[in-house]
């Protein structure tokens, strides 16, 4: 007999947000719960993140024709300027599926794709969606991004930003780097140079029907000092688990993350200094703005490293649901590097771990 069922489609405490929905389902959609009340904001501020991540706009992603519409369903009020007004209770929202091309996967409902969820969800479940990958589809984290945007508005003065860095073996100049780049070019590339070529490397690889992996970088700045708590609810805990529940991410890292290996105490260390203003002041910031899992009022920089699409053309050995071994070629629309969409991903993931960890800073100490 099955045991009690557990949920796992929900994440953060205070600032909580649950998602539904699947690649080739009718809609896919979230719940954000815990958002204070009296916020306001525009359902073209929603919308202008998810046009960020919303596949077709290049030949370098998928060509898969979604415009991502977003419904907002609950818990917000209708003010006389056409701005909505958050209640505090629970903000439902929708995104119709409009461009699903379910017969793209006919060939691989009893196939196990190489790199893909389809072994593990079958031999969890005994039943797997392979239409598009069903839940394990990248298309869920739209729910994200539109969840991701109503964090945003939960802690003052917050910016948060992302950029793609590296594909891979190629990165970024960082000599070279400028914000304003990232939204000139289709990779979020800081550095118009780098894009330059990642055009060229990836027009090579999309002709291929292959794919390629990459690293995307996401800053956060203005976060206020204070916020997670030690030991088991430390903010870059949360961080590195809301970006590690992307699709296709293998490894995160905070500050220097895997380089501090390489580092000495003395090279590490983020010295201080008194400030002009009487306040505390960095000489550095290794720790990536964060310490024992507190905020330290630094700019938070987390990185995490996209696996390469698995859905490529070229056959690769699998088996399928009787144990058979067969050749697997995965046909239907792909990108070449999901890492380029993965960037307002991260920065959604990032925005709802700040929220999370605002609330329940405010909510223990009276301090936000």
Not at 9 to 27: D, K
Not at 133 to 139: D, E, K, N
Not at 198 to 215: N, P
């Amino acid at each position: 007999m099955p045991g009690r069922v557990m949920s796992h489609n929900s994440f953060g405490h205070l600032f909580r947000v649950t998602t539904f929905g699947e690649s080739h389902g009718v809609a896919i959609g979230c719940i954000v719960d815990g958002t204070p009340p009296g916020l306001t904001f525009t359902r073209a501020d929603i919308q202008a993140e998810l046009d960020k991540r919303r596949p077709g706009q290049s030949r370098y992603t998928t060509q898969r024709q979604e415009p991502d519409t977003v419904e907002i369903l609950s818990g917000v009020i209708e003010q006389t300027d056409g701005t909505l007004m958050t209640t505090g209770t629970p903000i439902a929202m929708e995104i119709r599926n409009v461009d699903q091309r379910s017969k793209d996967y006919s060939d691989i409902a009893q196939r196990y794709r190489p790199g893909h969820a389809d072994y593990a969800y079958d031999q969890k479940y005994g039943v797997r969606d392979f239409r598009g990958g069903g839940r394990s589809s990248a298309r869920e984290t739209a729910t994200r991004v539109a969840a991701g945007a109503i964090a945003r508005l939960v802690v003052p003065g917050v910016r948060i930003r992302g950029a793609l860095v590296q594909i891979g073996d190629r990165a970024v100049n960082r000599q070279s780097w400028n914000w304003d780049d990232v939204r000139s070019n289709p990779f979020f590339c800081p550095d118009a140079g780098t894009a330059a070529l990642w055009a060229e490397d990836l027009d090579k690889i999309r002709k291929a029907g292959s794919s390629i992996g990459a690293v995307v970088e996401v800053v956060a700045e203005g976060v206020p000092v204070g916020l997670g708590a030690p030991l088991y609810g430390k903010l870059d805990q949360d961080i590195a688990a809301n970006l590690m529940s992307i699709n296709a991410v293998k490894g995160v890292e905070i500050g220097e993350g895997f380089n501090a290996a390489r580092l000495t105490g003395e090279d590490n260390a983020d010295e201080m200094r008194m400030g002009a203003d009487g306040k505390a002041e960095f000489l550095s910031n290794h720790a990536g703005g964060i310490l024992g899992g507190i905020s330290t009022g630094q700019p938070i920089v987390a990185r995490f490293a996209v696996k390469p699409t698995s859905s490529i053309l070229t056959p690769r050995r699998s088996i399928d649901a009787s144990g058979q071994e067969v050749d697997v070629m995965t046909k239907g629309r792909h990108d070449p590097c999901v890492g380029i969409r993965a960037v307002p991903i991260g920065e959604a993931m990032m925005a709802c771990a700040i929220a999370d960890h605002y609330l329940r800073h405010r909510g223990q100490t009276g301090r936000g």
